[in-house]
């Protein structure tokens, strides 16, 4: 069946890094388009990053822009959002999605964290 698994969320001072990877399994991961959503309490869900197939080409939302870098590795069907200078808004549950014509599929999400 279709899975995927968010990992490499946890705590971190302003500032700091952490690199969220999303493996997958029982879809064809290279025909999907991967993308990085956040949701922090009491806010709708934020589309943050998009990487296109061949992982080429990302689009990135304005709040992340410059400090947040997603990537893939179709071989290992796994998706990566590396996420650096992190501010206490970036404070969320991060959930990756597959998404492909009509076919959508959610990880569990992952939360982040920042706070000194």
């Known amino acids: 069946q279709v899975q995927l698994v968010e990992s490499g969320g946890g705590s971190v001072q302003p500032g700091g890094s952490l690199r969220l990877s999303c493996e997958t399994s029982g879809f064809t991961f290279s025909t999907y388009v991967m993308n990085w959503y956040r949701q922090a309490p009491g806010k709708e869900r934020e589309l943050v990053a998009t990487i296109y197939r061949s992982g080429s080409s990302t689009t990135y939302s304005d709040s992340v822009r410059g400090r947040f870098t997603g990537s893939r590795d179709n071989a290992k069907n796994t998706a990566y959002l590396q996420m650096n200078s992190l501010k206490p808004e970036d404070t969320a549950v991060y959930y990756c999605?597959?998404?492909?014509?009509?076919?959508?599929?959610w990880g569990q999400g992952t939360q982040v964290t920042v706070s000194s």
């Open positions: 999605n597959a998404f492909w014509g009509g076919s959508s599929h």
